[in-house]
């Protein structure tokens, strides 16, 4: 939600209106399941 938060922001500073709804995944990840494929798919939407 931070990244999604900030990248709103710098865009609504450069003047580009801001998106009305911003969907975010809710997902727990844990030690024991952060390896697993879906949620590595999940995170590297993130990662840039």
Do not use: C, W
């Not at 931070?2 to 911003?22: D, F, M, R």
């Not at 969907?23 to 840039?48: E, G, W």
């Amino acid at each position: 939600m931070g990244y999604l938060a900030l990248a709103s922001l710098v865009e609504a500073l450069q003047g580009h209106p801001p998106p009305h709804n911003i969907f975010v995944d809710v997902v727990t990840v844990t030690p024991k399941n952060m390896n697993d494929p879906a949620i590595r798919s999940l995170l590297a939407r993130y990662a840039k």
